[in-house]
């Protein structure tokens, strides 16, 4: 399960953190050493988009290049949560974002969208002008 929170209506230049806890999964299905755990988000109408990565072991990070320098991504692996801290928003953040996590390793960085094996359901994040 992925408990996602930290969603909401926000103004224009204003700050968001989400929140992804995952729990409930056997080691079978999920590894307490997974791969990575990214945020990714679908505005309407729009396909949904890779916005944040980050490696579980070393931290490494991916942001897309329109969140860079705004969001930064984080994980606490004692809690098996992951963070996206959101700063300076723009309307154009405005989406539905989702919590995934890729549980084996991969060669490729950043991890594409349709690699990542389970997702959460998602959290809503309006920004107003």
């Known amino acids: 399960q992925f408990a996602e929170s930290g969603g909401g209506l926000v103004q224009s230049g204003g700050s968001l953190r989400l929140s992804c806890t995952i729990s409930?999964?056997?080691?079978?299905?999920?590894?307490?050493?997974?791969?990575?755990i990214g945020w990714f988000r679908q505005a309407p109408g729009k396909d949904r988009e890779a916005v944040s990565c980050i490696k579980r072991r070393d931290g490494v990070v991916y942001h897309i290049d329109s969140v860079k320098g705004r969001f930064a991504i984080s994980r606490d692996n004692a809690k098996n949560t992951a963070y996206l801290q959101m700063d300076s928003m723009k309307p154009e953040d405005t989406a539905v974002y989702y919590c995934?996590?890729?549980?084996?390793?991969?060669?490729?960085?950043?991890?594409?969208?349709?690699?990542?094996?389970?997702w959460g359901q998602g959290v809503q994040v309006t920004v107003s002008s």
């Open positions: 995934a996590v890729k549980v084996t390793d991969d060669s490729t960085w950043p991890i594409p969208l349709w690699k990542y094996d389970y």
């Open positions: 409930g999964f056997t080691e079978v299905y999920l590894p307490k050493d997974y791969y990575a």
